[in-house]
């Protein structure tokens, strides 16, 4: 399996977002921070995460799309794009319900993600506040999370002596 990485590109205030390979928590600090400078633009008009060649991802990867999913919500009531045609992928999203928080896309953007998220060097500590807040934007969708990422959640709330 394809170690994972971030690809992303813009234009016009229209941020694609691409994930290639297998997404695992190790890109999440770095992504997470790019979501922190995008978010914080006020030329930003959406967001489309395109999964398409993206063979998994992980469920800290997960949360850090509800993030994406919950800034938009929250900003305008809108829901950013999102393009997959994996499957497996597919399967996994519907089965916690981040289907629903985003409009699926039939057609791949054309606008090309050539520019890569690097990921750095995170601290243990930055990588576990971002695994700890990913879990916990999943636990706040509905029940059926809560449950299954409760442990995970209480686990790093622990290590980061939050409990």
Same mark, same amino acid.
């Given at each position: 399996? *394809?170690?994972? +990485?971030? !690809?992303?590109?813009? %234009? &016009? ?10 997404? #695992? ?7 997470? #921070? ?5 978010? /914080? ?7 489309? @995460? &395109?999964?398409? =060649? ?11 799309? *509800? %993030?994406?999913?919950?800034?938009? #919500? %929250?900003? =305008?009531?809108s829901r950013p794009l999102l393009f ?5 992928? +597919? *399967? @996994?999203?519907?089965s916690i319900c981040l289907d629903t928080?985003?409009? !699926?896309? $039939?057609? #791949?953007?054309?606008?090309? /993600? =050539?520019? @890569?998220? $690097? *990921?750095? +060097? ?8 971002? @695994?700890? &807040?990913? !879990? %916990? ?7 059926? +999370?809560? /449950? ?5 959640v209480e686990a790093f709330e622990r ?5």
């Amino acid at each position: 399996m *394809a170690e994972g +990485n971030v !690809h992303h590109a813009e %234009r &016009d205030g229209t941020v694609v977002i691409r994930f290639l390979g297998d997404i #695992r928590y190790t890109i999440a600090p770095a992504l997470d #921070r790019f979501l922190d400078a995008l978010f /914080a633009r006020q030329d930003l008009k959406t967001i489309i @995460v &395109d999964l398409s =060649d993206a063979e998994s991802i992980d469920s800290t990867g997960l949360g850090l799309l *509800a %993030r994406i999913a919950n800034f938009l #919500r %929250r900003r =305008d009531g809108s829901r950013p794009l999102l393009f997959s045609s994996q499957p497996d992928i +597919n *399967a @996994v999203l519907s089965s916690i319900c981040l289907d629903t928080a985003f409009i !699926h896309c $039939a057609q #791949r953007p054309d606008l090309a /993600a =050539d520019s @890569v998220l $690097a *990921a750095g +060097n995170p601290s243990e500590k930055e990588v576990a506040q971002t @695994v700890l &807040d990913a !879990h %916990r934007l999943l636990s706040e969708m509905n029940d059926t +999370n809560r /449950a299954q990422f409760q442990d995970v959640v209480e686990a790093f709330e622990r290590e980061l002596g939050k409990s």
